[in-house]
């Protein structure tokens, strides 16, 4: 009998690990028609009594911050048994080419498009960290020059002499290893000193804590890591806001700008303005402009309805207004 309830304990545990372990694998969504922008959907999941946001955007491959700012009225530390917790798993694409990776540094979230047969297209999306603000991740187009398994750090003076001041001195070169926050995956841009690599400490994941390389949650870069070739195209954009439609309805997003560009109060609204401009030139559009400044006050970060083709009802995403 006893021997019986063990190994179902132990079945339990190792369903309940197994969960965690596809709960942590990035979605693939089909690329939708060039006129559709939005891939996903909001999703809701209950806090356990030991969980923070922190855990449960680990478990659920989703980054800190995002997880923070669309639910901003949930403690951080301490959600509390059953809070209701959004996962805010839908996007709209970043305005670029669909092709090859697509960083939108505010967003801090990494797009994958790969190349196959056109009538299978699809995308792949994962939340990264980026570049602190005095260790900014350069903007423009790139490639990957490199990839490494097991990867070994040569931290740059730079950095070395930044952790020496700090009284906690680096060694020329970290061995691959638990402890090489490089880890298990490395790939390498044509911009010099910069990565796309996983990490030896995961929480960190979707914030500005790098020294500027783009780092990834160890189970996104192992998954992302054998479908990258060497050559592949890397679009690296600053867009904070994203203007997209889906059927007949028109959706904004807002995600927090970057620090250094918080200042200009009205740089990001002038930004919104350009887009919807752009996305209604040829289209007869109602648009509604409450839920418009809703969104450039909260910032989100998830797809809020803005508009609606004349003559189509106005659909509201479930969000707090």
Known sequence: MKKQIFLIRCQVIICFLMSCSQLCLAEVFPLPPSDTDLIGKITY???????????????????????????????????????????????????????????????????????????QRSVETF????????????????????????????????????????????????????????????????????????????????????????????????????????????QIVNQPAKVGWSAEVLYLEIHPPLEEESDDSFWLEEQIDQLISEATETVPVKLNQQQINMAIKHKYGVPVAIGHRIGDALVNLPIRQ
């Open 127 to 234: 939340p990264v960290s980026i570049g602190r603000m005095d260790w900014q991740t350069p903007l423009g187009d790139a490639k990957v020059i490199a990839k490494t398994i097991n990867p070994v750090w040569r931290p740059p003076e730079s950095i070395k002499k930044e952790h020496a001041d700090a009284g906690d001195p680096l060694p020329d070169v970290v061995p691959a290893g638990p402890d090489n926050p490089l880890g298990n995956y490395a790939m390498r841009l044509n911009i010099p000193g910069y990565l796309i690599h996983g990490t030896n400490k995961p929480l960190g994941i979707g914030m500005r804590v790098t020294h500027g390389c783009v780092r990834m949650y160890p189970n996104d870069i192992k998954q992302l890591f054998p479908k990258i070739k060497v050559g592949t195209k890397v």
């Open 45 to 119: 999941t209950l806090a356990r009594q030991q969980d923070t946001l922190l855990d449960i955007a680990k478990q659920f491959d989703i980054g800190q911050t995002e997880i923070s700012i669309s639910n901003s009225d949930v403690d951080r530390w301490l959600p509390g048994a059953n809070t209701k917790v959004m996962l805010p798993t839908r996007y709209i694409l970043p305005s670029t080419n669909r092709r090859g990776i697509v960083l939108n540094i505010p967003e801090m979230r990494l797009y994958y498009y790969p190349e196959t047969n056109p009538d």
